[in-house]
């Protein structure tokens, strides 16, 4: 029966291989300059749920966003840099900032951009029901009674002519600039179609839950750009599926690979040219709900810090990950990179659950959403915790069900959890997840879902919030780093490290360190006559 | 007639009130609030509240299956909690390409199932029955979503015979996108009508009528598809009618295995963000079908059969 | 002792017989297996996987293959019999439960008993069931239930039922004007003396048949459960669950799918093969 079992298996096995062994079926025509022309497809494996930049807050829905809007300002690295603003300035006082627009913008249908159309559209996202982003806006002065309904000015925002806007904030907010930056505040022409956007690309048709089309637009601002003629956005596509697409040479490039998809191309040198890789600006771990037993005692949760092994959680992602110490990814201003991550030390996470009378061991419950990598890594972890005689039982819940219960006082108290950035600061990180002020009353869902507060972190966090002082800022963010490390609100986990493989035809492509994934000066490296030379 | 006809009617109501009604008690059992996944990390106080009272979530049970069933009988479907659209777009949206992979799902099936059914029958006994037999107890138990997999990995990506997965740019290319997902679909029902005809035809070869065919000498083809057949086609004809549901189950983990932008995935996701509703729209869409189908069926039936109409 | 007809009918059938040596094989190891086999939860990245992380294929060390955790597969999948069967047995024994008392009540007490009941199997099968079944089990994974086999077995036999009670309808129908049954009632016992000595031994036959089919039926529906998310917890070597986890490797390490999905089939196959040998040994005019 066992050499029957054996042989089946190994026939399947050599099924499965053979010509899928090659590298990229594709080569690059070798043009010195950028070639203009072209169409590029990607696929997402989430469904477009809006193109409303108010609402459009999941992944698959900002993708279109990012080349259909451009904002007033943008990134060069992690630098902020003036994009539709010409120049931008900020008062000594840390209060006004004030932008000058660039000239000759147009809209995808030929509206000339004024700064009127940012007061239109700000104003929108303040009144629109069941918009994620207002919140975004209420450092602006008069922006929550504007949003209240309780007035219909709105001083904050000054339209100082066609080409000039002046913001005034409430208090001073360093991180304030980033908001800028965010698709929901590009511009938009009253009455016009929210789609209707300065961008790159304009969209040509969104045929809903399957694809999504945009075509080069003729009058954008930068010179020369872009130079695809259209993007071709394939929606709701499972990874598998989509890698087949990506080695068939239907996709252009490829992101999320699966684990075994991943380390199918890892091991394929001819892939290696084509293989993108940059950390990712979110974290994954486990919080502790901080307040509830057995994890109020800080030596629980350094426990159980110490019980699980990250470096493994890291090879389990097929090394696509950096193990984390604290919730701030590496490359971000204010992260201290002395700290390093809780050790792997079984017996040190078994004294310290003795010395906090837990030498029988624990009982726990452990909350997930639906994920693959979730259901993978939290498995990892239970036979790391079983081990140090802590015994974890696994809930997995579909996505509504599990944010509603692991985020509101007597919900789960230990569950996955993972942030990403809103923009590339601290603050996104340290202020939504760790400072007392969020953490909501009457049991509403809170994002500081570890009910974490210590008034010295507060202290620091707002201190660093008015400083304008970069080194000074990133002092204070780095004292947050270590009492955070050393309170471990979380168990820690890791860094995501963004992977994309592209065809060798793909040319100007790199991993944005804030975007991702970023195809705005992307061209196509075909023969002359456009076609795509086989390798 | 006419009571027949209302009968029937009121018989497809209380199914359609049923099945909203059940559906509404599911997800009125799961203690969960899908505010906080609605309006995103950043939401104030006020805009959970706001969610809540414009989805009726923040009231009792009763009065929010009075809102939810009472805006349903008023032909509003509401707004999707999840993407803010119309839910009646959405659904527009996604009946279309479902209709289009079961309809063409339902046709395979008939097209080769019963044909398959008829040559088991003649050969009873003999390896074609053996093998259709093997091949439906295979199929009966094989998941949908390994078929799937296999269909699209070895048929459309090895042997490069059909494209993979999506919906095509219509005409022929929609057709090539389609053939691969219908038989997917289709598979187990190729099996259990072929099943059904074997028995039926198998019975009708050894029956009176069909001897004394035989005796007139009438040809062997004539015999089996003329005489034999024919009393297979009430329960192949009930069989379709009960099929629409089961198609339409099918298709949930079709259409997410090939991309196929139908109803299955949209309800799948809905589900998932308990997207209430989405869900009632698309139970009320689907439980639509199934009653149709099974009247058409049954109509069919009485056409077909005249013992079968009732006075 | 002669043997019963049906029984000697039954043995002629080689696929029954078939079916049911691989039926009491499984079960077996069911039974013994998982004191046998190896741990199934066991993690073991250190050895279990390739140096590059892949799973590693069938070797002396592990006869069907590792998982994305170095876990022993052959395993696995002998302690998943312990759980996949229990978990089909539940749905199967529900259901019939439900759907026998519902078959028999309405076929026996007829009038408006039978109207009402018979209305509302056919509501119960109108249910979209793909949908409504996720959504129970998603309901009940937020339950107490939630991580035993219950939830996917109560969802199961929920909206499994009416496949049981209309055949058992139709069969109490027939029988309440059979000889025995109105002599019972001439004799005047009670409906319930005439339901338990008269009726349900009669109604033996059917429910094997139709249990069986249920059962099968759970094995290959548990497997859809737990590939959309719904199916028993990890790190339950479920069948079904192996098989939704080893679908991303179905490329590049097929014993993943390839070990639980064989598992099922043949599982299933031989309850359907005994089955179909019941129907037909039990009814001979049909099986021609």
């Not at chain 1, 590029?40 to 469904?47: D, E, K």
């Amino acid at each position: 029966m066992r050499s029957i079992l054996f042989a089946l298996a190994s026939l399947v096995v050599a099924a499965g291989c053979g010509d899928d062994d090659r590298g990229p079926r594709y080569r690059a025509w070798g043009h010195a300059t950028p070639r203009p022309g072209g169409t590029l497809t990607f696929a997402v494996g989430g469904n477009v749920a809006t193109l409303d930049p108010a609402h459009a807050y999941d992944e698959a829905s900002l993708y279109p966003l990012y080349y259909l809007h451009d904002t007033l300002l943008g990134y060069d690295g992690t630098t902020l840099v003036p994009a539709l603003a010409e120049t931008w300035s900020i008062s000594p006082d840390g209060l006004t900032i004030s932008f000058e627009l660039r000239d000759g913008v147009v809209f995808h249908d030929g509206t000339p951009l004024t700064a009127a159309a940012f007061d239109h559209a700000w104003r929108r996202v303040l009144r629109a029901p069941d918009s994620p982003f207002g919140r975004f806006l209420a450092p602006l002065v008069g922006a929550e009674a504007f949003a209240a309904g309780e007035r219909d000015d709105l001083p904050g925002v000054r339209v100082d002519g066609p080409r000039r806007l002046v913001l005034t904030l409430a208090a001073p907010d360093a991180a304030f600039a980033n908001v800028l930056a965010m698709k929901f505040t590009a511009p938009l022409v009253d009455g016009a179609a929210v789609t209707n956007g300065t961008g790159p690309f304009a969209l040509d048709a969104w045929s809903a839950g399957e694809r999504v089309t945009l075509r080069r637009h003729p009058r954008y601002w930068r010179p020369g750009r872009p130079h695809l003629d259209a993007i071709v956005m394939r929606e709701s596509v499972p990874r598998e599926l989509a890698f087949l697409q990506f080695e068939r040479g239907e996709l252009d490039t490829i992101d999320q690979l699966t684990l075994p998809d991943w380390l199918w191309i890892a091991a394929h040198d001819g892939w290696r040219p084509y293989v993108h890789q940059t950390p990712q600006m979110s974290v994954f771990g486990d919080r502790f709900d901080v307040t509830r037993p057995p994890f109020d005692d800080v030596r629980v949760r350094r426990a159980l810090n110490h019980a699980v092994d990250k470096a493994r959680l890291v090879r389990l992602l097929g090394d696509r990950g950096v193990p984390a110490h604290g919730l701030l990814p590496p490359g971000l201003a204010g992260r201290d990179d002395e700290l390093a991550p809780y050790a792997y030390d079984p017996a040190r996470a078994r004294a310290l659950l003795a010395e906090a009378g837990h030498a029988d061991g624990l009982e726990l419950e452990y909350v997930l959403p639906k994920d693959e990598t979730a259901e993978r890594l939290a498995q990892s972890m239970q036979a790391d915790l079983a081990a140090v005689g802590v015994r974890v039982r696994l809930r997995v819940l579909s996505w509504a069900a599990f944010l509603d219960e692991t985020t509101r006082a007597g919900g789960a108290p230990f569950s996955q959890t993972s942030w990403f950035q809103d923009y590339p600061d601290a603050s996104s990180f340290l202020d939504t997840r760790l400072h007392s002020r969020m953490i909501a009353p009457d049991g509403e869902p809170s994002n500081n879902d570890s009910f974490y507060a210590n008034p010295e972190v507060d202290r620091l966090l707002d201190e660093a919030r008015r400083t304008r002082d970069p080194s000074a800022r990133a002092a204070a963010y780095r004292q947050v780093e270590r009492i955070v490390h050393a309170d471990a609100p979380w168990l820690f986990g890791y860094h995501p490290v963004g992977v994309e493989v592209v065809q060798p035809y793909v040319r100007g492509f790199a991993l944005h360190p804030v975007w991702g994934r970023d195809f705005r000066d992307v061209w196509l490296d075909l023969a002359p006559d456009g076609a795509r030379v086989p390798r | 007639m006419t009571r027949a006809v209302l009968g029937r009617l009121a018989g497809a109501v209380l199914t359609l009130w049923f099945a909203v009604t059940v559906t509404f008690a599911i997800v009125a059992l799961v203690p969960a609030d899908p505010a906080r996944a609605v309006v995103g990390p950043h939401a104030t106080a006020e805009d959970l509240a706001r969610v809540r009272a414009h989805h009726c979530l923040d009231r009792g049970l009763a009065a929010r299956y009075g809102c939810f069933v009472g805006r349903l009988a008023r032909g509003d479907l509401g707004t999707s909690l999840r993407t803010q659209r119309p839910v009646a777009d959405v659904l527009l949206d996604r009946v279309g390409p479902t209709a289009l992979l079961a309809g063409a799902a339902l046709l395979l099936q008939l097209a080769i199932g019963v044909p398959l059914g008829v040559w088991a029958a003649r050969r009873r006994g003999r390896w074609p029955d053996a093998a259709t037999g093997a091949a439906t107890l295979a199929l009966h138990a094989t998941p949908a979503f390994v078929l799937a997999t296999v269909g699209l990995y070895v048929v459309a990506y090895r042997w490069g015979w059909f494209p993979l997965g999506g919906y095509g740019a219509g005409g022929w290319d929609r057709v090539r996108h389609l053939a691969l997902p219908a038989m997917t679909l289709a598979a187990g029902g190729i099996a259990a009508y072929a099943h059904l005809v074997r028995h039926q035809v198998g019975g009708a070869l050894d029956s009176d009528h069909v001897r004394t065919a035989r005796a007139k000498g009438a040809p062997e083809r004539a015999v089996v598809w003329r005489h034999a057949l024919r009393p297979a086609l009430g329960p192949v004809i009930a069989l379709v009618g009960l099929d629409a549901g089961v198609l339409l189950g099918g298709a949930v983990v079709v259409e997410s295995a090939f991309a196929w932008p139908g109803l299955g995935r949209e309800l799948v996701l809905a589900a998932h963000d308990l997207d209430l509703p989405v869900i009632l729209g698309g139970t009320l869409v689907a439980t639509t079908a199934t009653v149709v189908a099974s009247l058409l069926a049954d109509s069919a039936h009485a056409l077909l059969d005249p013992r079968a109409r009732r006075p | 002792m002669q043997p019963r007809p049906w029984l000697a009918r039954f043995a002629r059938d080689r696929w029954a017989i078939a079916g049911v040596a691989i039926a009491v094989a499984i079960t077996a190891i069911a039974v013994v297996g998982p004191a046998v086999a190896g741990d199934p939860t066991r993690v073991d990245v250190e050895h279990g996987l390739s140096p590059r992380g892949e799973p590693l294929p069938p070797h002396a060390g592990a006869v069907l293959g590792t998982d994305a955790l170095g876990r022993d597969v052959a395993a696995r999948v002998v302690h998943g019999a312990a759980l996949s069967l229990p978990i089909a047995a539940l749905a199967t024994v529900l259901a019939c439960a439900l759907g026998i008392a519902v078959g028999v009540a309405a076929g026996y007490r007829r009038g408006w008993v039978d109207a009402a009941l018979s209305r509302l199997v056919d509501l119960v099968h109108g249910l979209p069931y793909v949908l409504v079944v996720i959504l129970l089990a998603s309901a009940l994974r937020l339950s107490a239930l939630d991580g035993s086999i219950a939830p996917v077995a109560i969802t199961l036999a929920a909206f499994g039922w009416p496949v049981v009670a209309r055949p058992i309808r139709a069969e109490v129908v027939a029988l309440r004007d059979a000889e025995h049954v109105v002599a019972a009632r001439a004799l005047g016992a009670r409906p319930a003396r005439v339901v338990v000595h008269h009726v349900l031994p009669a109604l033996a036959g059917t429910v094997v048949v139709v249990a069986t089919l249920v059962f099968s039926a759970a094995l290959v529906a548990e497997a859809t459960l737990s590939f959309l998310g719904l199916g028993p917890p990890p790190p339950a070597p479920s069948w079904g669950r192996m098989v939704a986890e080893g679908q991303p490797y179905y490329r590049t390490a097929p014993w993943l799918i390839l070990a639980p999905a064989t598992a099922i089939v043949l599982t299933a196959s031989a309850f359907h093969l005994v089955a179909r040998g019941l129907r037909d040994a039990l009814d001979p005019l049909r099986a021609r």
